[in-house]
């Protein structure tokens, strides 16, 4: 789950940035999740029969999250 939705991302990004600094343009559009901004209530799931997604899902959108408002910030010193 950590390397799919977190590590994979961060590779991605890694992988254009670099293109991107030379042109001086570009966009980076990362998926995050509500499940990695807030606690969700399991009860939800549970009252309509549905499978929870693990708590490693919400730490790896969280990351997504926060990596990518630190992206934002970092880029103008890598241009």
């Keep these: 789950m950590i390397q799919v939705n977190l590590v994979g991302s961060l590779y991605c990004s890694r992988a254009v940035c670099g293109h991107m600094a030379q042109r001086k343009r570009g966009h980076i559009i990362n998926i ?10 399991r009860d939800m799931y549970r009252s309509v029969g549905k499978m929870e997604q693990p ?12 990596y990518t408002r ?6 103008p010193r890598m241009a």
């Design 55 to 66: 708590v490693e899902y919400a730490a790896a959108k969280g990351g997504v999250i926060a």
């Design 32 to 41: 995050g999740s509500i499940a990695g901004v807030v606690g969700r209530n």
């Design 70 to 75: 630190d992206l934002v910030a970092y880029w």
